[in-house]
């Protein structure tokens, strides 16, 4: 076991899945701490994750749950167990927050410091001197400055020091390697002025590949507990790819084109926003829901959705186009758990065998109403949002493939790309 992960939205963790998929290594997603009987049907494991929803649940939470969860990571012995975070890192001190996160997974490993690497350039993330940029479209903005994530209905991103971001949700002293200096020096010295977590600068591949170096040189010495978005797995897997680990990478599948799909969205994003109108306009069918008119009703849509998929056709649920007023409630859990039960319905009375959950909260709370007891890897989509196969033996959502994409990304045509 190379490596293990716990992912604080179901989205982020099939990022991280389909990263490692790529490189070669033998990994599995499950969706809860799995049984020695669930291990036993993924002989041959390298690496091991668990999905979950820390990034839209309070401190407290956190400190009720991710004990377990991490003492159930640590028992798998890997030398690097990865905190997965959204590579814009939004969170705050009352929901989501990372700065407890970090503080109990030194509890749990007895962490002599912790590692964050946040920037993942293959996203469009950049950390540089310790301020985090993500792309929009063609531009790329300082992250407090960024059309979507300054204006995030749950966490908004209000400013672009990691350091200064984290201080407000733990008192754990922060350090920084920045970009002049990523060298095993430089950490020391971070850690000899007393920080118990460290941040990397990472902005481009040289900057990732000399992190995994320093990483995983520390990692098999003693295991770390590490933070970070998938730009953490990229440099270790550049550090694993010098040393030979796996000796080579297997060559990914294009997704079978099917003849339908079905896509949820709750998504605010203005990037889902816009894809849900191209695909409207491209012949899928157009169903808006009112979020309170599902959360008190999810089965209500049941027999319109049902209609859609038995004549032949795709369509497209959503409960928002673009972002909401400041005024109008997210319902982040209630919605998602809503939006899962309509799911389920479907799929048990369906035949659609492709779903896109969209939004990384829903996608989160929606997977938790189904009988899906672990995800692998099956075919790229788009960076961060690949197909994955449903295990879940002896139901009908055994073989189910799904795509589950955050706000932010795919380009505009992504539920074309998704129908093939």
């Not at 992912?7 to 033998?26: F, M, P």
């Not at 159930?72 to 012995?77: C, N, Q, R, S």
């Not at 118990?196 to 000399?210: C, G």
């Not at 889902?272 to 849509?301: K, M, R, S, Y």
Request: some cysteine; hydrophobic content about 45%.
């Amino acid at each position: 076991m190379l490596y293990a992960y716990y992912g604080d939205d179901y989205t982020g963790s099939t990022d991280v899945l389909e990263s490692l998929s790529l490189a070669g290594i033998k990994t599995a997603l499950f969706l809860a701490p799995p049984t020695p009987e669930q291990l036993a049907e993924f002989p041959g494991l390298q690496a091991i994750g668990i999905a979950g929803d820390s990034r839209s649940r309070s401190p407290q939470w956190m400190s009720d749950h991710l004990p377990r969860t991490f003492q159930a990571l640590k028992a798998f012995g890997a030398p690097v167990t990865h905190y997965k975070t959204c590579s814009t890192f939004d969170s705050a001190p009352h929901v989501g927050s990372i700065g407890r996160a970090i503080e109990l997974g030194i509890e749990a490993f007895n962490a002599k410091f912790v590692p964050i690497i946040v920037g993942a350039p293959h996203l469009g993330r950049y950390v540089v001197f310790g301020n985090l940029f993500a792309s929009a479209g063609e531009v790329t903005y300082r992250i407090d400055r960024h059309p979507t994530m300054s204006r995030h209905p749950v966490t908004p991103m209000h400013e672009s020091d990691l350091r200064q971001h984290l201080a407000l949700q733990t008192a754990l002293p922060i350090g920084l390697v920045d970009l002049r200096d990523l060298t095993p020096a430089a950490l020391e010295a971070a850690q000899r002025d007393g920080a118990a977590a460290v941040i990397f600068d990472s902005f481009d591949t040289a900057s990732l590949k000399a992190v995994g170096a320093l990483l995983w040189d520390a990692a098999v010495l003693e295991p770390l507990f590490a933070v970070g978005s998938s730009g953490l797995t990229q440099s270790l897997i550049t550090s694993w790819q010098h040393h030979g680990i796996p000796p080579m990478a297997a060559e990914p599948k294009a997704a079978v084109s099917v003849d339908q799909i079905a896509v949820f969205s709750g998504s605010c994003s203005p990037v889902t926003q816009a894809q849900i109108a191209w695909g409207i306009n491209h012949g899928f069918d157009d169903i808006a829901l009112d979020a309170v008119e599902l959360i008190a009703n999810p089965l209500g849509p049941l027999n319109c959705v049902l209609r859609c998929l038995r004549a032949g056709r795709s369509p497209i649920l959503y409960t928002s186009m673009g972002p909401l007023e400041a005024s109008q409630n997210p319902y982040t859990e209630q919605l998602g758990v809503a939006i899962g039960k309509l799911l389920h319905a479907v799929l048990e009375q369906s035949d659609v065998r492709r779903v896109v959950l969209c939004g990384g909260d829903t996608s989160s709370h929606a997977m938790q109403q189904l009988p899906i007891r672990a995800l692998t890897y099956a075919a790229p989509m788009t960076p961060g949002a690949p197909v994955c196969t449903a295990h879940a033996a002896g139901t009908k959502f055994h073989g189910l493939q799904l795509v589950l994409k955050g706000g932010q990304v795919g380009p505009v045509d992504f539920f074309g790309v998704a129908k093939g």
